[in-house]
DNA sequence: ATGAAAGCGCTAACAA
DNA sequence: TTGTTAGCGCTTTCAT
C-alpha cells in the first residue's frame, strides 16, 4: 500500500507538500494537480491511524446506548451519525444493556481511541458520576440527564409529557389510572414523577410500577396487574419496549383496549398506529434529538468552559383510538 | 495524559516492558505487578492510535449496512458488535441507504482506517464490483451476495424461503397471489425468483411488482395495487420494511386479511405477530447471520487463500392467522 | 510556495 | 526476563 513518500517521489515533491494536499494547505495549483495525478495513480489512501497519532486529534466521537436494537435509540444514532460523517466524524457505536461494568469499560475504551466526545445514555447508576474532567473528553448525555444539570445533556421534558398523558387521560374520563415504568434509568424516574405530580393534582392516587427494560419483563409485570383486582381503568407505560410488552400481556389475557383497558405510552414506533385503532403516545423528537447532541458537543469543544447546558424538548402528544372516552 | 514512558520510569523499568506488560509478554510477576500499580497511580490509558500504526493491525472491522434503522440490520449489527467486542475488535458501522456513491465512500474510508475486514451488505448495483484484492481486506457479504459466489457471504435461503411461503398459500387455497418486492438488493431478486418458480410450477401466473425499500414506497405500490381489478387473492412481501407499507395500504383501503386478502412476508418484526391474527412470516435467524458473518471474517483473516465459502441458511416459516384458508 | 528535520506513542527486533 | 534502538506514516515546525 502505497504511502506519503510514494507519492512524493511520483510527484517529484517532497512529503510535507503532498501532506499539504491532503490537509487543504498552501499549494500551487501546478503542484497539487500533480500530486493529485500521483495519488490516483498510485491509488494512494491516507493512513488515520499515522495521522491521528501525529495530529493529536482523532475526529472520532462515542456513541454509547443501552441497546441500539431499542427503536428510540435506533433512530437517535442514525441521526448522530448522518450528522457526524457530515462533519467528517466517525463513529464508534457501543451497547451496554444498562451495565455500569460495560458502561465502564466502554467509556475506559473512549479513553483509548483518544476521542473527541462521547454522546451517551446511563444508566441510572452511572448517570451522576460521569465527570469530562477526568475522562478527558466532553460528554453529552441524551435522554438520561443528572437532575441536578451539571452536565451537557439532551432530553425530554419528561415530567410534562408524562403529566400530558395524563391529562388527556383525565379529559376523556379515565381516573384509575396505573403506571408502568422503567427502572434503570432517570427517564423512567422523571416520567413516573410527572405521573405522579399530575394524579395528585387530580386528587388521584397514583399506583405505579417499575420494571426492567425489556419486553418480557414488560409483559410479565403487566400480567400480574391483570391478575390483581381491580384492574385499573387505564394504563400509562413510561417507553416503547415497556409499551410492546404491555401490548403483548393485553393480548395474552384476551383484554382490548379502550374497551377493556385505556393503554397510553412513550414512543411513536411504527407499530403503534397499526393495532386496533391505534396507541395514544407521546412522540419523541428522535432525529433532533440526535441532531442536537452533536450541536452541542461540536459547541462544547469550540467552549470547553461554558457552563453545562441543557437542551429540553418537548414531546408530541398523538392520540389514538387506545384512550378514547368510553 | 501519561504515555508509557511515564509509567516506566514511575515503575523504574524501561517503556518496552510496560509494552510487554501490556501485551501479556514476557514479564516477571514482580515487575508485572510493579508496572500495573504505576499504571493505575498514573490513570494510564494506552494510545490506540500509536499502537496500531507501530503494530500494523487495527483489529478493527468495517459494517457497511443499507440502513440501521431496517430491523433486520439493526438485529445483525447487533450480534456482529457483540461478537466483536467480544474478540477485541472495534466496529465501525455505516449506512448507504442503498446508494452505491455512499458505498463507495466508505470503502474508501474502510481502507484509510485500515481495517482489518468488512462485513457488507451491498446494493445490487455493487454487489458484483467487489474486489478485496482491490480493496485490500477481506469482504463478507450478508444478507446480499453475488450470484456467481465469487465472495464469502453469509445469506438466506432467498428462494426456497420464497417457495415455502408460496407452497404455503396454495395449500391454504390461494390460487391468484402476487408479489411485491425490494428493487435495490439481490436478495428482492433471488426472492422474486423463488417466487416466480414456485407459482410456475403450480401452472399459475406470478404477477410481481417492485419498490423502492422504504415503507412509503411500498404502501404507494400496493395502494395501486388495490386499485386495479381484480385484486390478487393473497400479497407475498419480500421483507419487513416493505411489508409494514404492505399493511399500511391495506388499512387505508379498509381491507382486512385474510377476509379481503391474504398477506405473507419476511422478517418476523416485533409487531408481526400483533396485528389481529398475527402475520405469516419467514423469520431469519438474525443473531446467526451476524455472528456467522464475524466467525467467517476470523476464518478468512487465518485462510486468506483458501476459496470463498457460502454459508446458507434457512428461514422459518412461522404461520399465522394471515394466510389462513378461507 | 516548498523542503528538511523532528517526533507523535508505541512495539518489535535484537542484544544482553 | 529485561533494555536499547529503530521506525510505523504522517504532520508540523522552521527555514528557505
Request: glycine share 8%; with cysteine.
Amino acid at each position: 500500500m502505497a504511502k506519503i513518500k510514494d507519492v512524493a517521489e511520483a510527484a517529484g515533491v517532497s512529503p510535507s507538500t503532498v501532506s499539504r494536499v491532503l490537509c487543504n494547505g498552501p499549494v500551487s495549483d501546478k503542484v497539487r494537480k500533480r500530486v493529485e495525478a500521483a495519488m490516483a495513480e498510485l491509488d494512494y489512501r491516507p493512513n488515520m491511524a499515522a495521522r491521528r497519532l501525529r495530529s493529536q486529534h482523532t475526529d472520532t466521537i462515542g456513541l454509547i446506548v443501552s441497546d441500539i436494537r431499542n427503536p428510540f435509540f435506533t433512530a437517535v444514532s442514525r441521526a448522530v451519525e448522518d450528522e457526524a460523517y457530515r462533519n467528517g466524524l466517525r463513529v464508534i457505536l457501543c451497547n451496554t444493556d444498562e451495565n455500569p461494568d460495560k458502561e465502564a469499560m466502554y467509556l475506559r475504551l473512549m479513553q483509548e481511541e483518544r476521542v473527541t466526545g462521547v454522546i451517551f445514555a446511563p444508566t441510572r447508576q452511572t448517570v451522576g458520576e460521569i465527570d469530562p474532567e477526568a475522562l478527558g473528553f466532553p460528554v453529552v448525555m441524551i435522554d438520561r440527564a443528572s437532575p441536578d444539570g451539571s452536565a451537557d445533556a439532551v432530553v425530554l421534558d419528561n415530567r410534562r409529557a408524562a403529566a400530558q398523558l395524563v391529562t388527556h387521560l383525565l379529559s376523556n374520563g379515565y381516573r384509575d389510572i396505573g403506571g408502568l415504568f422503567g427502572n434503570t434509568s432517570s427517564t423512567g424516574m422523571e416520567r413516573h414523577a410527572g405521573f405522579v405530580e399530575a394524579m395528585q393534582q387530580a386528587g388521584l392516587a397514583a399506583p405505579a410500577r417499575f420494571a426492567a427494560p425489556s419486553v418480557e419483563a414488560a409483559e410479565q409485570a403487566v400480567s400480574q396487574w391483570l391478575a390483581a383486582t381491580p384492574r385499573p381503568q387505564a394504563l400509562l407505560v413510561s417507553n416503547g419496549v415497556l409499551l410492546l410488552g404491555a401490548v403483548r400481556a393485553l393480548k395474552a389475557a384476551g383484554l382490548r383496549w379502550p374497551e377493556d383497558m385505556a393503554l397510553v405510552g412513550f414512543d411513536n414506533d411504527v407499530w403503534t398506529d397499526l393495532l386496533g385503532d391505534g396507541l395514544t403516545v407521546i412522540e419523541q423528537p428522535v432525529g433532533e434529538i440526535g441532531r442536537s447532541a452533536m450541536a452541542m458537543l461540536m459547541e462544547r469543544l469550540e467552549a470547553p468552559e461554558r457552563s453545562p447546558r441543557s437542551v429540553v424538548l418537548q414531546g408530541k402528544l398523538v392520540v389514538r383510538g387506545s384512550s378514547r372516552a368510553r
